[in-house]
């Protein structure tokens, strides 16, 4: 599919619709072309009801497989780092802001390839139809690509992470908060950084559940 083929989800997006219908609506997605080498959409978990709402980038291959997001390695990571940030893992909402796998064949091996503006810009309306029906308190965006679907800019994690934002969301109540991305933190376990990236993710998300008492 071509740039110009490319049409956005936005026509598969059913107007008003809750979570389950959403999560069955987007099987049928073709706003961009990352539908067609992926084994299925992997949509979201976590109960509808959750103040807290966690973004990250997009399924990686475990999560492709399983359809079910933060499955992986570095979604392991997330948990662990959500139970020391004193957060319930069960209570807290995740997805992705790009609901297929995007990947490059090497061999049998099929490697993780960063979505462009284009694939966050196409897969936008699930995520934006979605805040609209959750209302959470506080969304979380887990690294770049989360920060840039639900700011509608280009984010620095350095400069930004860790403050709670006041309508920085489009079309959303929520206040948010922009952090590392798991995987990021995952990639450091053998260097000597790697405690304190945890630490500052966890200090990241405990900053997040202080939103909501
Ligand atoms: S990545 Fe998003 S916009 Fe693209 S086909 Fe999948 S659900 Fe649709």
Redo the contacts with the bound molecule.
């Keep these: 599919m071509t740039e110009i083929e490319r049409p956005?989800?936005q026509q598969?997006v059913p107007e008003g619709a809750d979570i389950p219908a959403l999560r069955e609506a987007?099987t049928a997605?073709?706003?961009?072309?990352?539908?067609e080498p992926?084994s299925q959409?992997v949509f979201s978990a976590g109960p509808p009801s959750a103040s807290i709402v966690m973004v990250g980038e997009?399924p990686g291959d475990q999560e492709d497989r399983r359809g079910q997001p933060f499955v992986g390695p570095a979604g392991t990571l997330l948990v662990q780092a959500i139970r020391d940030a004193g957060i319930d893992p069960a209570s807290v909402y995740r997805t992705n802001a790009?609901?297929?796998f995007?990947f490059e064949l090497r061999g049998a091996r099929r490697l993780h390839k960063t979505?462009e503006t284009v694939?966050i810009t196409?897969?936008r309306?699930?995520l934006h139809a979605e805040l609209q029906d959750l209302a959470p308190q506080i969304v979380v965006a887990l690294g770049a690509t989360a920060g840039r679907s639900l700011f509608g800019r280009p984010v620095r994690i350095g400069a930004e992470r860790g403050r709670v934002l006041e309508g920085a969301i489009p079309d959303s109540t929520a206040r948010s908060l922009l952090t590392a991305h798991p995987s990021s933190v995952l990639r450091m376990q053998r260097d000597p950084g790697y405690d304190a990236a945890y630490e500052s993710l966890v200090t990241d998300l405990r900053t997040a559940a202080a939103v909501v008492g």
């Design positions: 956005g989800a598969w987007a997605c073709r706003g961009c072309e990352l539908w992926a959409v997009q790009v609901k297929h995007r979505p694939h196409a897969c309306p699930w």
